[in-house]
């Protein structure tokens, strides 16, 4: 039992450049979250997924776009990077109202 | 909309010290709330939760009871170790299936022997 798994762990794109974020849970929770950390503001949901075949905004999607390819797996692509989006990037998952389980994160950088 | 405000740090404390970090949130309705942790280089742990009113959460010596009269959910531990050094997270979520989590923005927490 993995929990939810991340990759890759560290990207460095320059501007412009297109990548995808994987992220893939084996507790089959419905819900699947994708977050991104910025020193002093906390976690910003970027956008998240109530259930396999669905996809909702968060609080700061522009610039991304996401993929429930199924229940398992959730993935997070930047069409054309920017220095802005530099961030630590997670993905959660939740089965209904209980906590949310945590990857480990993918530390991206934009030059 | 619902959000959490939680203490700034950063906080330094000597080892044996007692720990507050303060947390308030808006909600409507009867929210869960949570406190995560966040060690070095790692992603969220749950560290406890309460789900009502008085509820008291609570796990490795930190506790935290939700007070809906002052909406609040303080994070306490009556005896700090260098390895709480990490940063922490007060959350809370609506409840509902699929439903969004709200975070504040964290609180370094430093222990020195």
């Known amino acids: 039992n993995a929990g939810v798994t991340q990759t890759p762990k560290f990207q460095v794109l320059k501007t412009g450049q297109s990548m995808t974020l994987q992220c893939a849970q084996d507790?089959?929770?419905?819900?699947m979250y994708w977050y991104r950390q910025d020193p002093g503001m906390g976690l910003r949901l970027i956008y998240y997924?109530?259930?396999?075949?669905?996809?909702d905004k968060g609080e700061v999607p522009n610039g991304y776009n996401v993929s429930r390819l199924n229940k398992r797996e959730f993935s997070l692509r930047l069409e054309s990077a920017a220095p802005s989006q530099t961030s630590v990037y997670f993905c959660?998952?939740?089965?209904?109202?209980?906590?949310?389980?945590f990857g480990p994160g993918t530390r991206l950088t934009v030059l | 909309g619902d959000s959490v405000t939680q203490m700034e740090g950063p906080v330094t404390l000597s080892e044996e010290a007692f720990l507050t970090i303060n947390c308030t949130y808006t909600?409507?309705?009867?929210?869960?709330l949570f406190w995560y942790v966040q060690y070095p280089g790692e992603g969220l742990q749950l560290l406890l939760k309460a789900t009502k009113a008085d509820d008291k959460g609570s796990n490795k010596g930190f506790e935290a009871t939700y007070r809906k009269e002052t909406t609040s959910f303080h994070l306490e531990k009556g005896s700090v170790q260098v390895s709480d050094s990490a940063v922490y997270f007060c959350a809370l979520s609506r409840g509902e299936t699929g439903n969004q989590f709200y975070f504040g923005t964290g609180t370094s927490l430093t222990v020195i022997p």
């Open positions: 959660a998952s939740t089965r209904g109202v209980h906590e949310q389980f």
């Open positions: 909600a409507t309705g009867y929210p869960s």
């Open positions: 507790m089959n929770h419905n819900s």
């Open positions: 997924s109530a259930s396999e075949g669905t996809t």
